[in-house]
């Protein structure tokens, strides 16, 4: 789940941009492109498909549809939500579980989903939720695109929707001619092209301290890329004076208790830059790098350490850092 990643450089002065805004999928989205014409139809057509396939807070969504449906019989849905399943599916299975498709149910009790929740539940309930968590029950194929649960399962695709949403945007603006853009749905961002100051997207990322809000830790270079950034310092739950992170762990049934404040991926898709994003995140600041490394991701780490924010990057990260 992303935080903030903020564009830096805008379109002022560039009449050849346009900027485009709303709101989608329960947060944001901004888009600076360089077009033949107006699209602001054309991205708002493509998010409102995406939202109707892959949303857990519409009733009537392809996957809350599948959700309410009996395990063991197939149930069709589009290409584009199979092949969203499929990329999570082999998150699940990379980080044996560590990222989890179908961590919807514990996601859901700790208040993190549709349903708001403003307490701490009992073990009793982690447990059961834990029961009905278990990405191997889960079954999609492409020909025809369908999906199947083997269990009762609820598949929850908040990790890397958005990611998809900025790949599917990003793709019908080149479609249409457009040259250059920048779409940013909720902190997941892709950039193609030139920037309005005639050279590489300039990106900043947060400080990952909710007392600081907005101010810049790094700034990056994006050229024809994506990047996404997870943490656990904007949406949380307290209680008693302890807060607990909207990352939820699928194999303990709680929320991640390490000291990695924020995770930056850079890929080419935003779709797996978003899902990298939060598995590194549930893995934590040590496990996270060494898969990161393993995987020859391109990806910085902000830890909080002893003495403040420590970062901790890989080789691919290092290259499009702005001093």
């Given at each position: 789940?992303?935080?903030?990643?903020?564009?830096?450089?805008?379109?002022?002065?560039?009449?050849?941009?346009?900027?485009?805004?709303?709101?989608?999928?329960?947060?944001?989205?901004?888009?600076?492109?360089?077009?033949?014409?107006?699209?602001?139809?054309?991205?708002?057509?493509?998010?409102?498909?995406?939202?109707?396939?892959?949303?857990?807070?519409?009733?009537?969504?392809?996957?809350?549809?599948?959700?309410?449906?009996?395990?063991?019989?197939?149930?069709?849905?589009?290409?584009?939500?199979?092949?969203?399943?499929?990329?999570?599916?082999?998150?699940?299975?990379e980080s044996e579980g560590a990222f989890d498709v179908?961590?919807?149910?514990?996601?859901?009790?700790?208040?993190?989903?549709?349903?708001?929740?403003?307490?701490?539940?009992?073990?009793?309930?982690?447990?059961?939720?834990?029961?009905?968590?278990?990405?191997?029950?889960?079954?999609?194929?492409?020909?025809?695109?369908?999906?199947?649960?083997?269990?009762?399962?609820?598949?929850?695709?908040?990790?890397?929707?958005?990611?998809?949403?900025?790949?599917?945007?990003?793709?019908?603006?080149?479609?249409?001619?457009?040259?250059?853009?920048?779409?940013?749905?909720?902190?997941?961002?892709?950039?193609?092209?030139?920037?309005?100051?005639?050279?590489?997207?300039?990106?900043?990322?947060?400080?990952?301290?909710?007392?600081?809000?907005?101010?810049?830790?790094?700034?990056?270079?994006?050229?024809?890329?994506?990047?996404?950034?997870?943490?656990?310092?904007?949406?949380?739950?307290?209680?008693?004076?302890?807060?607990?992170?909207?990352?939820?762990?699928?194999?303990?049934?709680?929320?991640?208790?390490?000291?990695?404040?924020?995770?930056?991926?850079?890929?080419?898709?935003?779709?797996?830059?978003?899902?990298?994003?939060?598995?590194?995140?549930?893995?934590?600041?040590?496990?996270?790098?060494?898969?990161?490394?393993?995987?020859?991701?391109?990806?910085?780490?902000?830890?909080?350490?002893?003495?403040?924010?420590?970062?901790?990057?890989?080789?691919?990260?290092?290259?499009?850092?702005?001093?």
């Amino acid at each position: 789940m992303a935080l903030l990643i903020a564009a830096l450089a805008g379109c002022d002065g560039s009449p050849e941009y346009r900027r485009y805004g709303g709101e989608t999928m329960g947060t944001y989205y901004r888009v600076t492109a360089r077009c033949p014409g107006d699209v602001a139809d054309l991205i708002e057509d493509e998010l409102a498909s995406v939202n109707d396939q892959m949303s857990t807070y519409l009733p009537e969504s392809t996957l809350s549809r599948f959700n309410s449906a009996p395990p063991g019989t197939w149930f069709p849905v589009t290409e584009q939500l199979a092949e969203v399943v499929s990329a999570a599916l082999v998150l699940s299975r990379e980080s044996e579980g560590a990222f989890d498709v179908t961590v919807g149910p514990l996601v859901n009790l700790w208040g993190f989903g549709p349903e708001d929740v403003d307490h701490v539940p009992s073990p009793e309930a982690v447990a059961a939720a834990r029961e009905r968590v278990g990405y191997r029950s889960l079954e999609v194929e492409s020909d025809p695109p369908r999906l199947r649960k083997n269990a009762d399962l609820y598949v929850d695709l908040s990790a890397i929707a958005k990611g998809y949403g900025v790949d599917r945007v990003a793709g019908r603006l080149g479609e249409a001619g457009c040259d250059a853009t920048l779409v940013d749905i909720g902190g997941e961002v892709k950039g193609t092209g030139s920037s309005p100051a005639d050279g590489p997207w300039r990106i900043g990322i947060e400080v990952p301290d909710p007392t600081r809000q907005g101010a810049v830790q790094r700034v990056i270079r994006l050229a024809d890329g994506a990047a996404a950034t997870s943490g656990d310092y904007r949406n949380f739950l307290m209680e008693a004076g302890q807060r607990y992170s909207h990352t939820v762990d699928p194999r303990t049934g709680y929320p991640v208790q390490h000291g990695l404040a924020s995770v930056t991926v850079l890929h080419p898709s935003a779709m797996w830059a978003d899902g990298y994003a939060t598995l590194l995140t549930v893995l934590g600041p040590d496990e996270g790098l060494e898969f990161a490394r393993r995987h020859g991701l391109a990806v910085m780490l902000i830890v909080r350490g002893e003495n403040g924010l420590e970062e901790r990057y890989t080789d691919a990260f290092e290259s499009v850092l702005i001093d």
